[in-house]
Every structure is written in structure tokens, then in C-alpha cells.
């Protein structure tokens, strides 16, 4: 028996393809978006919540930029490859460590906006397992869709002991009752350096959220429209609790042990409208632990002006005011 998508040979009681991490009883589910030529490959770190509402089942996944705080356990998604002949013989680099711990640290938006705008800056990190973090802009819309963008470093595959090396754009959507497209890790074009100044962006446009990401020193971008699900804002919250997919930025990086306090400064400058308030959230979870968080908090309501102000928690800070946000350094 073969993997359905890099081919590799599988033996009948394998639950992933111990080659690309494709989750054999997942492999070939699909989701409408971006048309799959555009992309090599897709890996990205997801949550499978708790009930919610009762929308949310047992084993739904969702997103990867999900809050610390959120009563989740989490999940290492597969790599996905759109195209079979792209990923035939394809090579990661492993390591002996496995991704294991889900750090967090995010800004959440008190406010609504029309639309979202931040540079951040593209920081090549990695812990001693060399896993890197993603870098995350994501907007809440008022038709409870919830959108992703971001710039992912050495992001780790489903084995949770290999990663996508380098620099790559990375989107994801999620529906209202926590459904998902497939997550796209993009491979082309793969032109962004230490030190260049990327956009992430989201925005409406004829019934439809447009997800976009620009390096402004290669120009190397992508951009992917998705259903805006009759949708016209991105919401903000109204408390750091408020729901499990904020309007926010973040930093996440999974980890082969816990509390790594090690991060270097990442900036976040928003580009449209100023931020006036909102929650510094710091915290870590165990995907495989029942009790899941190993630690999190969030900083009361911040009123943001033009002075930074800090938020510390278990070793690890984050700066804000209501043009920039900072995650590290530690």
C-alpha cells in the first residue's frame, strides 16, 4: 500500500505516511480557495477545541493561532502537498526533538476594523531542536469566519520531528461552526531574507476577505481570496475571553520541551489605523497533556497611545502601543 500523496511505501496499520505526515484517513478531503498550482505544499499547527456551542464535535480541528487560554488540546497538522509530482521523493530536514509544546504570545484588538495592516519584520529563529515560529495576523469577521495570514519559519510537519526549512507565507479560513479549507504553507516564491520588512494584510472586497502578504525588498508576495461569508468587519473583543479566534496578532512556536523562554524582538507596526486598546495573552499548552496548559495569562485592557507599555509572563515579553507590537526579546 502507497501514501496517496507522495507515494511512499505505508503499512496497513500506519495512521500517517511516515514520509510526508499525511493523515491517511484525511488524505484527499478538500476545501475551495486558492487554486492548488499556486502552491508546492501546505503544513501549518492546529488546535482540536473542546465543544463550543455545540457546533464543535469531538476531533474538529482548529486554527493554529487559536489563544493560549483557549480549553484546547493541540494537534500537529499534515503536510498536504497540492500537487503529487512536487512532493514524490520530497525531503525534510528532521530532528531529534518532537514538536511538542505550543508557545503564544498575541496582541488582541479591542476594536472593529474595515480592514488590517501590519508589517513585520522577518526574524529567522529556532530553538535547540531547530524549530521556528510563525508570525500571524488574524481577523475575526462578523459572520463568524475567522482568517488567517502570516510568515512561517521552520515550521514543523505532522511527524512533529521535521519542518518546512526557511521562510514561507502561510493562510488558513475557518467557518463559523469550526470547520477549515486546507491550510497552505506556500513554497512559491520563496524570496524572503533576514531583516526584510513583510506585509500581512486583510481586506473585503466584492463579497470575498483577500489574504495577502508582500516582502518589500524581493517582492516576493501571495495573495488568496476566500468567501467573506456575507461579512464586512473584523471584529475586536470585548474581553481578552471573549472568543477563541480574536482579531489579533501573534507569535507561535512549538517547541520540543517546555518553556523555552528564548525569542527574539519580532515587530508588528500597523500600516491603517491605530490600535486603541486590547490584551497582551503570553501562554503554552501541551497537545498532549489532558490538562493541556502548562501556563497562560493575559494582561488587563491596555489603553494604547503612543508610549509602549510591557506585559511579562514566565520569562518571555511583549511590548505594545497603538502603532506597534513586540514580541521578545526574552
Not at 500537529?76 to 509530482?85: D, E, I, K, P, V
Not at 472568543?243 to 496578532?249: F, G, H, N, Q
Request: net charge negative.
Amino acid at each position: 500500500m502507497n501514501c496517496p500523496v507522495c507515494h511512499g511505501e505505508l503499512q496497513t496499520s500506519d495512521s500517517f505516511c511516515p514520509y510526508c505526515g499525511t493523515r491517511l484517513d484525511w488524505a484527499g478531503s478538500g476545501g475551495y480557495g486558492s487554486p492548488p498550482a499556486r502552491h508546492i505544499g501546505a503544513a501549518v499547527g492546529l488546535i482540536a477545541l473542546v465543544v463550543l456551542g455545540g457546533l464543535f464535535a469531538s476531533g474538529v480541528l482548529v486554527p493554529a493561532a487559536t489563544r493560549f487560554y483557549d480549553e484546547a488540546r493541540n494537534l500537529l497538522r499534515n503536510l498536504t502537498c497540492l500537487s503529487s509530482a512536487l512532493c514524490t521523493n520530497s525531503t525534510f530536514p528532521t530532528t531529534t526533538g518532537r514538536a511538542t509544546y505550543d508557545q503564544q504570545v498575541s496582541l488582541i484588538f479591542s476594536q472593529d476594523f474595515s480592514s488590517l495592516s501590519f508589517n513585520v519584520t522577518a526574524v529567522p529563529q529556532t530553538d535547540s531542536s531547530s524549530f521556528g515560529p510563525a508570525y500571524l495576523l488574524n481577523g475575526l469577521s462578523d459572520s463568524g469566519y475567522w482568517y488567517q495570514v502570516g510568515l512561517a519559519y521552520n515550521w514543523p510537519l505532522a511527524s512533529g520531528t521535521s519542518y518546512v526549512s526557511g521562510f514561507h507565507f502561510i493562510w488558513e479560513v475557518f467557518y463559523p461552526n469550526g470547520s477549515t479549507n486546507n491550510p497552505v504553507l506556500s513554497r512559491v516564491p520563496d524570496r524572503v531574507n533576514q531583516g526584510d520588512t513583510v506585509q500581512l494584510s486583510l481586506s473585503f472586497s466584492t463579497g470575498n476577505v483577500v489574504m495577502g502578504t508582500l516582502d518589500y525588498n524581493t517582492g516576493a508576495s501571495s495573495s488568496h481570496s476566500y468567501t467573506a461569508g456575507g461579512g464586512s468587519i473584523f471584529k475586536g473583543s470585548s474581553s481578552s475571553r471573549a472568543t477563541r479566534t480574536p482579531t489579533s496578532l501573534m507569535t507561535e512556536w512549538y517547541h520540543a520541551s517546555a518553556s523555552e523562554p528564548s525569542m527574539k524582538q519580532v515587530t508588528y507596526s500597523e500600516q491603517n489605523v491605530p490600535i486603541s486598546s486590547g490584551w497582551i495573552c503570553i501562554g503554552e499548552y501541551a497537545p498532549s497533556n489532558p490538562n493541556s496548559s502548562v501556563f497562560g495569562q493575559c494582561s488587563s485592557e491596555m489603553l494604547l497611545g503612543t508610549q509602549m507599555q510591557q506585559y511579562s509572563y514566565h520569562g518571555l515579553n511583549a511590548y505594545a502601543n497603538q502603532n506597534m507590537f513586540q514580541t521578545g526579546p526574552s
